[in-house]
């Protein structure tokens, strides 16, 4: 069991706008910034927001980040088939002193 | 452009060793920290190990402490996983990611991983 928690799955048209969300501590989420990455296994995961809500270059701004508190947001607008993939946020851990990953969350566009 | 490729992997028996090796290009590779992190078929990526920029700071999930060992070769640009004592549930895709900073934590701040290689795949089987 991760020590940060995000939904199994979500689902949405294409078109219309997804939120994944991505729950943790003090010791985590809380006080370090969270990084989001998108994969289709085998494949090499695609970081999507980093430091919270920045955008590497070549990242559309479909794909924003948000945080607060506790929890993190990766928001995804205008769903296209090909964002079909699963989602991991990753932050580090103060107690643990290791990185640590979400479980990931699978998007389906129906 | 950043280019990181994954070799070592392959079948290994229960007990048995495994040396994983990852080439970095098109960076300093030497600036920053490096990763090793896993997904087990039908699961989610887990994070498994880390060596900061010098090699002179390691991490180690809980799941292989004491079992896998990362090194980095700075003149030939690469990072290793050192695997004994495999067992069934270390059977996955590993692969190998850079971090964007000189360790995961600098500092009092996260640096996460910004480029990832393909993965080479573990399976550790009798």
């Known amino acids: 069991q991760s020590v940060v928690t995000q939904p199994p799955s979500v689902s949405a048209a294409p078109g219309q706008k997804v939120t994944i969300s991505c729950s943790g501590s003090?010791?985590?989420?809380?006080?370090?910034?969270v990084y989001w990455y998108q994969h289709l296994p085998g494949s090499a995961p695609k970081l999507l927001i980093y430091?919270?809500?920045e955008r590497p270059s070549g990242i559309p701004d479909r794909f924003s980040g948000s945080k607060s508190g506790t929890s993190a947001t990766l928001g995804i607008t205008g769903l296209q088939t090909g964002d079909e993939a699963d989602y991991y946020c990753?932050?580090?851990?103060?107690?643990?002193?290791?990185?640590?990953f979400g479980g990931g969350t699978k998007l389906t566009v129906l | 452009e950043v280019h990181l490729l994954e070799s070592g992997g392959g079948l290994a028996r229960p007990g048995g060793s495994l040396r994983l090796s990852c080439a970095g290009s098109g960076y300093t590779f030497g600036d920053y920290a490096m990763t090793w992190v896993r997904q087990a078929p039908g699961k989610g990526l887990e994070w498994v190990s880390g060596?900061?920029?010098?090699?002179?700071?390691?991490t180690y999930a809980d799941s292989v402490k004491g079992r896998f060992t990362i090194s980095r070769d700075r003149s030939k640009n690469t990072v290793n996983l050192q695997m004994r004592s495999l067992r069934a549930e270390d059977t996955a895709v590993y692969y190998c990611a850079k971090s964007s900073g000189k360790n995961f934590l600098w500092l009092g701040v996260f640096y996460g991983m910004d480029a990832w290689g393909q993965g080479t795949t573990v399976t550790v089987s009798s």
């Open positions: 003090n010791s985590n989420v809380g006080y370090n910034y």
């Open positions: 990753v932050t580090w851990d103060d107690s643990l002193s290791v990185v640590v």
């Open positions: 430091d919270n809500n």
């Open positions: 060596i900061s920029n010098s090699g002179d700071a390691t």
